[in-house]
């Protein structure tokens, strides 16, 4: 998880002083997200049960009353007590507690799962948050570059230079971009409150995102081998260790149980006879075998194991593959990324280039509006492609970071 915050924490070097919020909302995730503190519970209550199985089955005791006593040679017998304990066979407890411990590890890597997903979904929401500013503010700025052609508009229809139409529509175009912005801010809203939720705070909590992004000049070393000890993958080997401690306390408990017992048995005195033993009391240890001689569900359990072994197995296989998959496709897509970012940048000169052009000739006396529009409308369509491509770029990054950190 460190090394996660870290490379996340250089993705910002580029970025203004809030570039550090990123960090400080993830650990507030960690500390409060009720799905972390589910998986963190099921983990305790996991390692308790070791406790629970740590035991021999309950000590036996029985009192039985003669109605109609028996005569011995020594008396009558009055009542019997009896007492009787069975022990599991060696090393069978001690299979239960390993067993036990293995599904508790394996309830761990739940938590190390669900902590990185935690950090992804907080990162794509974040920068789903940065992108839907920095459009807001593209937005803006195009709005107030219109109002200037606006003026431009009016001082040419007092000059007779162009029509009150031009203005007319500078100023419709000036409403669609304000109706953007708009419902820009009202999913800005809603993603606000997404992520609010993954802090496990009140919907309404302002949350800051940095000014601005670019996309590092090089991209962070990426090492594939690494998703093989993704812990989604590693809680399949630690399912499959424990079918392993449960054929091995399958094999325990089919063995023989051994019973250690004692009954007393009261006898009275026979009246009027003198002897050495008369009257004397029955104590009589016992020892018992308990032997599963026609009890076939040891061998249906190891068929089971098996057959749960392979399954998770070809799950493992079948993860893996789709974790490839993802990986493989989100590194594409962050070149794609970049490529996409370098060609708005060019675009995006060009286009200041020929609002230059545009201004100038204003100067000389001559301006079409509606290359002012076509400019005007090219250039939001570069900023708000290249503030996507920034997004993407990020929010892929994350994607990597999950899979193989």
């Not at 993705?11 to 963190?40: G, H, M, R, W």
């Not at 107030?144 to 203005?167: C, F, I, N, P």
């Not at 093989?228 to 023989?256: F, R, T």
């Not at 070809?314 to 493989?328: F, G, I, P, V, W």
Request: proline share 2%.
């Amino acid at each position: 998880m460190k090394n996660i915050i870290l490379i996340i924490s250089i993705l910002f070097v580029s970025a203004s002083a809030k570039a550090q919020e990123l960090q400080s909302y993830i650990q507030e995730a960690e500390s409060n997200n009720p799905d972390i503190q589910k998986f963190e519970l099921q983990y305790k209550r996991a390692s308790e049960k070791v406790k629970e199985v740590n035991t021999i089955p309950n000590t036996e005791f029985g009192v039985g009353y003669f109605i109609s006593e028996p005569e011995t040679r020594t008396g009558a017998q009055r009542f019997k007590v009896s007492a009787k304990q069975m022990l599991p066979w060696f090393g069978t407890i001690t299979s239960r507690e390993n067993y036990v411990s293995s599904l508790a590890d394996a309830k761990y890597e739940d938590i190390v799962i669900a902590k990185r997903k935690l950090v992804a979904s907080v990162s794509q929401s974040y920068y789903n948050l940065y992108a839907n500013k920095a459009k807001q503010e593209v937005l803006t700025e195009n709005i107030k570059l219109l109002e200037t052609y606006e003026t431009l508009a009016l001082t040419s229809v007092e000059v007779g230079k162009a029509s009150a139409v031009d203005v007319l529509r500078l100023q419709m175009r000036q409403n669609e971009l304000q109706q953007l912005k708009d419902v820009l801010h009202q999913q800005f809203l809603a993603e606000q409150t997404k992520f609010n939720n993954l802090l496990n705070r009140e919907n309404d909590v302002t949350v800051y995102v940095v000014d601005s992004l670019i996309i590092p000049s090089e991209d962070f070393e990426i090492n594939t081998e690494n998703i093989a000890l993704h812990p989604e993958l590693l809680k399949y080997d630690k399912l499959y260790q424990s079918i392993e401690q449960s054929e091995l306390l399958n094999q325990k408990e089919s063995s023989p149980m051994i019973g250690f017992g004692l009954d007393y048995i009261n006898v009275s005195e026979r009246p009027n006879m003198d002897f050495s033993d008369n009257g004397k009391d029955i104590v009589m240890p016992m020892v018992s075998v308990s032997i599963p001689i026609f009890n076939k569900k040891y061998k249906s359990q190891t068929k089971q194991n098996e057959l749960q072994q392979q399954e998770i197995t070809s799950q493992k296989q079948e993860r893996l593959n789709a974790l490839e998959t993802l990986l493989d496709k989100a590194i594409n897509e962050r070149i794609s990324a970049r490529i996409s970012y370098e060609t708005q940048t060019k675009n995006l000169k060009q286009a200041k280039d020929a609002e230059d052009i545009l201004i100038k000739s204003y100067e000389t006396g001559t301006i079409d509006f509606n290359d002012v529009l076509d400019i005007q409308e090219l250039q939001l369509k570069f900023q708000m492609n290249q503030i996507e491509s920034v997004k993407t770029y990020y929010v892929q990054s994350t994607i990597i970071n999950y899979l193989i950190q």
